[in-house]
């Protein structure tokens, strides 16, 4: 058993990459030190232990985790360096060779974390315990807040997809999630700490259930019960895992906001064939109209891969062509990264870095017409926005339920508070509209 006094006063640095869901876990990382005495570091300070949580989604996330390492080593001379997430699972024995990496811990074990920190001696090479994809079960609950007012509740973890362009099955195991009972439970503790605003994230929440026999549906009803939480939003679930009752539900209740998170990956039929999607356009185009016409203020995102194998030039032309005709709010761009083990390899057609980049210039392009667009259709309106704290000199901002970003001149008594404003013009930088109080 690990003797926690040798933790006391001890401060930790905390430095995590990738999605909402590895800000949760990393926060549930810091919750697990600070019972046993850690404190996080402050500015100018040196740190006795370093959080890394890493992620692999991409050739280029790989590299940024690297170089994370590097510099959180270097500031921190002497600090024992604990890396952990979707990089350290997939490659545990490259992490573990950086210089000054002390422990490198799989997806299994980042939930017990305290079990293998010893005495925090710095090891003379990094140690790594893993453990084999097939063999990850364990569902670790985390719940995140950050210096935002919205908290981050994890739901569900793993996938069962296997798309071929993706590593993320093989660096968070198989689809499971926690109980219902436990989630509302959290949202609780939530609204008792005072937060307003809940994110449900995952690896594919809409898969929720696989290891409870529960249903995604059922939980978004058991939280909308919750008293105390005045807003929730769905973070990415998969097109053909968004139900017509999940679209209705959302359409009439209170709390859950008219706000989707959907990928698309492609618009071209041939393309999401080839990259194992469980959809077509014809789906796609079926939800995006469900939520519209019941929602027509929606904000929907959509996340959207170019250059992909086998992407031609007349595939990425029908892929544009189709999203450019979608009723959505913004698109998130991603070029694709080839990543080892994956079935996309076996694609003869490559795409080359420039056409990637031209094609990507593109898609921003459009999302950026298409949020303007959506942006300005609601200058004049009332809307109520929930604002978050700001940086000092900074103009505090805020969301409305439908998403839009809304601007006010620095008031700290508003932090964390639903107000009414009437939606002005865009800002300086056309990003947020500017909030008249009411």
Not at 97 to 125: F, P, R, S, T
Not at 129 to 144: G, H, L, M, N
Not at 236 to 249: A, C
Not at 328 to 333: A, E, G, M, S, Y
């Amino acid at each position: 058993m690990t003797d926690t006094t040798i933790f006391q006063n001890k401060k930790a640095v905390y430095y995590t990459l990738g999605c909402k869901l590895n800000f949760a876990e990393t926060s549930t990382i810091g919750k697990m030190l600070k019972e046993v005495g850690v404190r996080t570091v402050r500015k100018g300070e040196q740190a006795d232990i370093c959080v890394i949580n890493t992620c692999s989604v991409t050739e280029m996330a790989d590299k940024k985790c690297r170089q994370a390492i590097h510099r959180l080593a270097k500031e921190h001379p002497g600090a024992f360096i604990v890396v952990t997430g979707c990089y350290a699972q997939l490659k545990p024995g490259q992490v573990a060779d950086i210089e000054g990496v002390d422990l490198v811990l799989g997806a299994e074990q980042k939930g017990d974390l305290m079990k293998y920190l010893g005495n925090l001696e710095k090891h003379e090479h990094g140690e790594a315990i893993t453990t084999a994809t097939k063999d990850i079960r364990t569902f670790v609950p985390s719940c995140s807040r950050g210096d935002r007012t919205r908290y981050f509740l994890k739901v569900q973890d793993g996938c069962d997809y296997f798309c071929s362009y993706c590593t993320i099955p093989f660096a968070r195991g198989r689809s499971r999630n926690g109980k219902i009972a436990d989630l509302v439970e959290q949202a609780r503790q939530v609204a008792a700490e005072g937060g307003k605003e809940i994110v449900l994230t995952g690896v594919n929440i809409g898969d929720f259930g696989k290891t409870t026999g529960e249903s995604f549906f059922d939980l978004v009803k058991a939280l909308d019960a919750v008293e105390g939480i005045e807003r929730y939003r769905i973070s990415s679930i998969e097109p053909n895992l968004l139900t017509d009752e999940i679209i209705e539900y959302v359409a009439r209740s209170r709390r859950f906001m008219p706000h989707f998170h959907i990928p698309l990956q492609s618009g071209c039929d041939e393309v999401l064939k080839l990259m194992r999607r469980r959809y077509d356009t014809a789906l796609f185009a079926s939800k995006i109209h469900k939520i519209k016409s019941l929602m027509p203020d929606a904000f929907i995102g959509v996340d959207v891969i170019v250059g992909t194998r086998g992407e031609t030039p007349e595939y990425f032309e029908q892929a544009y062509e189709f999203i450019q005709g979608l009723d959505v709010t913004q698109l998130h761009v991603f070029s694709y990264s080839e990543r080892p083990g994956t079935q996309a390899l076996k694609i003869d057609y490559v795409v080359s870095p420039d056409d990637k980049y031209q094609r990507s210039q593109r898609l921003l392009a459009l999302s950026d017409e298409k949020t303007r667009s959506f942006y300005a259709r609601h200058i004049g309106q009332e809307a109520t926005v929930l604002m978050e704290h700001s940086k000092p000199g900074c103009p505090m901002h805020g969301f409305t339920d439908n998403y839009i970003r809304v601007e006010l001149e620095q008031n700290d008594a508003l932090d964390n508070q639903l107000i009414r404003v009437r939606l002005g013009d865009f800002n300086d930088d056309g990003t947020a509209l500017k909030g008249i109080i009411l």
